[in-house]
């Protein structure tokens, strides 16, 4: 059975940082892409970083360019999300996703297949 678990979230203020982490279990991830979105309340899931498995390709969303940094370790079949510079608009519950390989991450989070339970971020300002 396939298996996501995110962890990392938690309070934190303005300014400040944390890193999400994803754990996958129940297949082999080493070659799917990976994606983070977060949902905020009474707004809709939105795209904010990908990274292909393949080739490493990292797209991020413009809001987080910069302060956001996705990362893989395809050993752990675990993917991270560094988050600096965190503002009170990041705030939202934050998910992963797995979606089958392809050459260039998607920001559709309609293209993966599997989804964590989502872990929360909230940034006090």
């Known amino acids: 059975q396939v298996q996501l678990v995110e962890s990392g979230g938690g309070l934190v203020q303005a300014g400040g940082s944390l890193r999400l982490s994803c754990a996958a279990s129940?297949?082999?991830?080493?070659?799917?892409?990976w994606g983070w979105f977060r949902q905020a309340p009474g707004k809709e899931r939105e795209f904010v970083a990908a990274i292909s498995g393949t080739f490493g390709v990292i797209r991020y969303a413009d809001s987080v360019k910069g302060r956001f940094t996705i990362s893989r370790d395809n050993a752990e079949s675990t993917v991270y999300l560094q988050m600096n510079s965190l503002k009170s608009e990041d705030t939202a519950v934050y998910y992963c996703a797995a979606a089958t390989p392809r050459a260039l991450p998607s920001l559709n989070f309609a293209t993966y297949e599997y989804w964590g339970q989502g872990t929360q971020v909230t940034v006090s300002s």
């Open positions: 129940g297949r082999t991830f080493s070659s799917y892409n």
